[in-house]
Protein backbone atom coordinates (compact mmCIF):
# COMPACT_ATOMS: atom_id res chain seq x y z
CA UNK A 1 0.00 0.00 0.00
CA UNK A 2 1.17 3.81 -0.95
CA UNK A 3 1.22 5.40 2.25
CA UNK A 4 0.96 9.23 2.43
CA UNK A 5 2.67 11.94 4.70
CA UNK A 6 1.38 15.36 5.05
CA UNK A 7 3.37 18.40 6.76
CA UNK A 8 2.78 20.25 9.01
CA UNK A 9 0.41 18.88 11.31
CA UNK A 10 -0.47 22.23 12.45
CA UNK A 11 -0.17 25.42 11.29
CA UNK A 12 -0.49 28.81 12.74
CA UNK A 13 -0.89 31.54 10.39
CA UNK A 14 -1.95 35.49 10.01
CA UNK A 15 -4.43 36.80 7.32
CA UNK A 16 -2.79 37.71 4.37
CA UNK A 17 -0.07 35.17 4.83
CA UNK A 18 1.72 32.99 2.01
CA UNK A 19 0.73 29.39 3.49
CA UNK A 20 2.46 25.80 1.82
CA UNK A 21 1.55 22.56 2.27
CA UNK A 22 3.22 19.16 1.79
CA UNK A 23 2.30 15.76 0.82
CA UNK A 24 4.36 13.35 -0.09
CA UNK A 25 3.67 9.64 -1.10
CA UNK A 26 5.83 6.47 -0.38
CA UNK A 27 5.69 6.03 -4.37
CA UNK A 28 5.18 7.23 -7.99
CA UNK A 29 1.34 8.36 -7.85
CA UNK A 30 2.40 10.53 -11.34
CA UNK A 31 -0.35 13.24 -10.78
CA UNK A 32 -3.47 11.66 -9.38
CA UNK A 33 -3.70 14.27 -6.03
CA UNK A 34 -6.24 16.03 -4.82
CA UNK A 35 -6.51 18.49 -1.85
CA UNK A 36 -9.52 19.29 0.20
CA UNK A 37 -10.24 21.75 2.84
CA UNK A 38 -13.21 21.12 5.89
CA UNK A 39 -14.85 22.84 8.25
CA UNK A 40 -15.99 21.31 11.64
CA UNK A 41 -19.09 19.82 11.10
CA UNK A 42 -18.80 19.84 7.34
CA UNK A 43 -17.59 18.10 4.19
CA UNK A 44 -14.58 17.72 3.05
CA UNK A 45 -14.64 20.40 -0.06
CA UNK A 46 -12.12 19.33 -2.89
CA UNK A 47 -10.04 22.35 -3.69
CA UNK A 48 -7.75 20.73 -6.53
CA UNK A 49 -7.66 17.62 -8.30
CA UNK A 50 -5.08 16.10 -10.63
CA UNK A 51 -2.81 17.77 -8.56
CA UNK A 52 -3.21 21.00 -9.80
CA UNK A 53 -6.06 21.28 -11.57
CA UNK A 54 -8.49 24.44 -9.76
CA UNK A 55 -12.03 23.16 -9.17
CA UNK A 56 -14.93 25.13 -10.31
CA UNK A 57 -15.97 27.77 -7.79
CA UNK A 58 -12.55 27.54 -5.68
CA UNK A 59 -11.05 31.10 -5.18
CA UNK A 60 -7.59 31.20 -7.75
CA UNK A 61 -5.65 32.14 -4.17
CA UNK A 62 -5.21 28.24 -3.84
CA UNK A 63 -2.57 26.19 -6.03
CA UNK A 64 -1.20 22.63 -6.47
CA UNK A 65 1.62 21.59 -7.78
CA UNK A 66 4.02 18.36 -8.06
CA UNK A 67 3.93 14.93 -9.23
CA UNK A 68 5.63 11.78 -8.54
CA UNK A 69 5.67 11.56 -4.52
CA UNK A 70 5.79 15.23 -3.60
CA UNK A 71 3.30 17.75 -3.83
CA UNK A 72 2.31 20.98 -2.67
CA UNK A 73 -0.65 23.14 -1.56
CA UNK A 74 -0.13 26.98 -1.62
CA UNK A 75 -2.98 29.52 -0.29
CA UNK A 76 -1.23 32.86 -1.15
CA UNK A 77 -2.84 34.96 0.71
CA UNK A 78 -4.62 33.46 3.72
CA UNK A 79 -8.63 34.47 4.17
CA UNK A 80 -10.69 34.59 7.53
CA UNK A 81 -12.64 31.83 5.98
CA UNK A 82 -9.13 29.30 5.17
CA UNK A 83 -8.75 28.96 8.65
CA UNK A 84 -9.59 24.95 8.31
CA UNK A 85 -7.94 21.59 8.00
CA UNK A 86 -6.39 20.31 4.52
CA UNK A 87 -6.54 17.22 3.52
CA UNK A 88 -4.33 15.80 0.64
CA UNK A 89 -5.39 12.20 -0.89
CA UNK A 90 -4.14 10.12 -3.74
CA UNK A 91 -5.73 7.71 -6.08
CA UNK A 92 -4.16 4.13 -6.70
CA UNK A 93 -6.13 1.43 -7.21
CA UNK A 94 -7.47 2.50 -4.03
CA UNK A 95 -7.92 6.13 -2.50
CA UNK A 96 -5.75 7.12 0.73
CA UNK A 97 -6.08 9.93 2.73
CA UNK A 98 -3.27 12.13 4.12
CA UNK A 99 -3.38 12.61 8.05
CA UNK A 100 -4.17 16.49 7.46
CA UNK A 101 -3.02 19.71 8.72
CA UNK A 102 -4.80 22.80 10.69
CA UNK A 103 -4.67 26.06 9.45
CA UNK A 104 -5.13 28.46 12.12
CA UNK A 105 -4.39 31.51 13.85
CA UNK B 1 -28.38 21.03 -8.83
CA UNK B 2 -26.14 17.72 -7.48
CA UNK B 3 -27.03 16.65 -3.86
CA UNK B 4 -26.05 13.79 -1.97
CA UNK B 5 -28.43 13.03 1.19
CA UNK B 6 -26.92 10.56 3.75
CA UNK B 7 -29.77 8.68 6.38
CA UNK B 8 -29.35 5.42 8.57
CA UNK B 9 -27.37 5.87 11.01
CA UNK B 10 -27.62 5.71 14.51
CA UNK B 11 -26.50 3.20 17.93
CA UNK B 12 -25.54 -0.35 16.99
CA UNK B 13 -24.47 -2.83 19.13
CA UNK B 14 -21.26 -4.56 18.21
CA UNK B 15 -21.93 -7.39 15.99
CA UNK B 16 -25.08 -6.05 14.84
CA UNK B 17 -25.91 -4.84 11.35
CA UNK B 18 -27.11 -1.58 9.40
CA UNK B 19 -28.04 -0.47 6.46
CA UNK B 20 -27.25 3.65 5.27
CA UNK B 21 -28.88 5.07 2.02
CA UNK B 22 -27.23 8.27 0.29
CA UNK B 23 -29.77 9.86 -2.34
CA UNK B 24 -28.75 11.32 -5.08
CA UNK B 25 -30.00 14.04 -6.82
CA UNK B 26 -29.46 16.02 -10.18
CA UNK B 27 -27.20 13.18 -11.49
CA UNK B 28 -27.46 9.55 -11.97
CA UNK B 29 -26.00 7.12 -9.69
CA UNK B 30 -25.02 4.73 -12.20
CA UNK B 31 -23.59 6.30 -14.83
CA UNK B 32 -20.70 8.04 -11.91
CA UNK B 33 -18.16 6.59 -9.38
CA UNK B 34 -19.84 6.07 -5.93
CA UNK B 35 -17.91 5.83 -2.47
CA UNK B 36 -18.48 5.48 0.99
CA UNK B 37 -15.79 7.72 3.07
CA UNK B 38 -15.93 7.84 7.16
CA UNK B 39 -14.45 9.82 9.78
CA UNK B 40 -14.38 8.49 13.26
CA UNK B 41 -14.35 11.22 15.82
CA UNK B 42 -12.33 13.69 15.55
CA UNK B 43 -10.12 11.85 13.27
CA UNK B 44 -8.78 11.95 9.93
CA UNK B 45 -10.94 10.84 6.53
CA UNK B 46 -10.89 6.69 5.65
CA UNK B 47 -12.20 5.37 1.93
CA UNK B 48 -14.17 2.61 2.65
CA UNK B 49 -15.51 1.67 -0.69
CA UNK B 50 -16.55 2.49 -4.29
CA UNK B 51 -18.76 1.34 -6.72
CA UNK B 52 -18.13 1.87 -10.48
CA UNK B 53 -20.93 2.48 -13.37
CA UNK B 54 -20.00 -1.67 -14.75
CA UNK B 55 -21.04 -2.19 -11.22
CA UNK B 56 -17.68 -3.60 -10.02
CA UNK B 57 -16.95 -2.99 -6.22
CA UNK B 58 -13.89 -2.30 -3.99
CA UNK B 59 -13.42 -2.12 -0.20
CA UNK B 60 -11.12 -1.18 2.19
CA UNK B 61 -9.13 -4.19 4.02
CA UNK B 62 -10.75 -3.69 7.76
CA UNK B 63 -14.32 -3.97 6.15
CA UNK B 64 -13.73 -6.61 3.36
CA UNK B 65 -16.68 -9.63 4.20
CA UNK B 66 -18.61 -7.26 6.12
CA UNK B 67 -19.71 -4.54 3.90
CA UNK B 68 -21.37 -4.81 0.71
CA UNK B 69 -22.10 -1.00 -1.50
CA UNK B 70 -24.60 -1.56 -3.81
CA UNK B 71 -27.25 0.77 -6.10
CA UNK B 72 -30.28 1.32 -6.37
CA UNK B 73 -31.18 2.73 -10.18
CA UNK B 74 -35.09 2.98 -9.89
CA UNK B 75 -34.48 5.30 -6.54
CA UNK B 76 -31.16 6.31 -7.84
CA UNK B 77 -29.75 5.79 -4.39
CA UNK B 78 -26.41 4.14 -2.97
CA UNK B 79 -26.40 1.74 0.08
CA UNK B 80 -23.48 0.41 2.33
CA UNK B 81 -25.24 -2.68 4.25
CA UNK B 82 -22.84 -3.12 7.45
CA UNK B 83 -22.92 -6.44 9.31
CA UNK B 84 -20.40 -7.93 12.44
CA UNK B 85 -20.20 -4.31 13.08
CA UNK B 86 -17.30 -2.67 15.63
CA UNK B 87 -16.51 -0.17 18.04
CA UNK B 88 -13.46 0.87 15.61
CA UNK B 89 -15.98 1.32 12.71
CA UNK B 90 -17.69 4.68 14.44
CA UNK B 91 -17.77 7.38 12.55
CA UNK B 92 -19.48 9.47 10.42
CA UNK B 93 -20.34 7.81 6.97
CA UNK B 94 -20.07 10.24 4.10
CA UNK B 95 -21.14 8.96 0.08
CA UNK B 96 -18.76 10.81 -2.13
CA UNK B 97 -19.34 10.99 -6.15
CA UNK B 98 -15.63 10.56 -7.98
CA UNK B 99 -15.43 13.78 -10.30
CA UNK B 100 -14.84 11.70 -14.17
CA UNK B 101 -11.80 9.64 -13.45
CA UNK B 102 -10.17 12.21 -11.56
CA UNK B 103 -9.47 9.83 -8.46
CA UNK B 104 -11.24 12.87 -6.36
CA UNK B 105 -14.66 13.56 -4.72
CA UNK B 106 -16.52 16.79 -6.29
CA UNK B 107 -19.59 15.92 -4.35
CA UNK B 108 -19.92 15.11 -0.64
CA UNK B 109 -23.18 14.77 1.45
CA UNK B 110 -23.61 15.86 5.32
CA UNK B 111 -22.58 12.95 6.34
CA UNK B 112 -24.63 10.48 8.57
CA UNK B 113 -23.22 9.24 12.25
CA UNK B 114 -23.08 5.27 13.19
CA UNK B 115 -21.91 4.66 16.80
CA UNK B 116 -21.07 0.84 17.39
CA UNK B 117 -21.32 0.49 21.14
CA UNK B 118 -23.11 -1.71 23.97
Known amino acids: DIQMTQSPSTLSASIGDRVTITCRASQSIRNWLAWYQQKPGKPPKLLIY???DLQSGVPSRFSGSGSGTEFTLTISSLQPDDFATYFC????????FGPGTKVDI | EVQLVESGGGLIQPGGSLRLSCAASGFTVTNNYMNWVRQAPGKGLEWVSV???????YYIDSVKGRFTISRDNSKNTLYLQMNSLRAEDTAVYYC????????????WGQGTLLTVSS
Open chain 2, 51 to 57: IYSDGST
Open chain 1, 50 to 52: KAS
Open chain 2, 96 to 107: AREKGSTGAFDY
Open chain 1, 89 to 96: QLYNTYFT
